[in-house]
């Protein structure tokens, strides 16, 4: 068991709404591109929620399992009216902030020898590197290719 499981508690907590607000702003970013008819980039943005919906549920699975209340507020507002560059960039913000909080929190767990949460914590990185990775091509897909590559973006997601 954890050497300081209060502190093993709180960092999956922290993880947990880190998860929410990415949850609650890519959701909102879905709705907004699909209302826009980006249906192709609205499929990526809600494919990445519900995946962090996954890692959520994860980390308060593991919270209970060690005796805590898992938190249901999210660490961060929602940001409205972007538009689609600066949709992409917050979400770059967001994951890019998960990987280096993921990371201390990691080697954290180690030194409290909770091996189990160290290694959720671990699966989850791979996971938000590889969002992270999505959203920087996509970003520089717009920068490179501009109004050309939005426009391969929209219409009805297949």
Known sequence: MAKDKKRVIELLNAGRARELSAILQYMYQHYDLDNQ????????VKKTAIVE?????????????LGGIPTAKPDGEIKKGQKITEMI????ALEEQAIQMYNEAANECAECQDLVSKALFEK???DE???????INIRDHIKELGNHYLATLTGAAE
Do not use: C, P, W
């Open 37 to 44: 008819d980006y249906g192709k980039l609205a499929k990526v």
């Open 53 to 65: 919906m996954k890692h959520a549920e994860a980390f308060a699975e593991r919270i209970q399992f």
């Open 89 to 92: 960039e917050t979400d770059i």
């Open 124 to 126: 989850i990185l791979a």
């Open 129 to 135: 590197n590889a969002h992270d990775d999505e959203f």
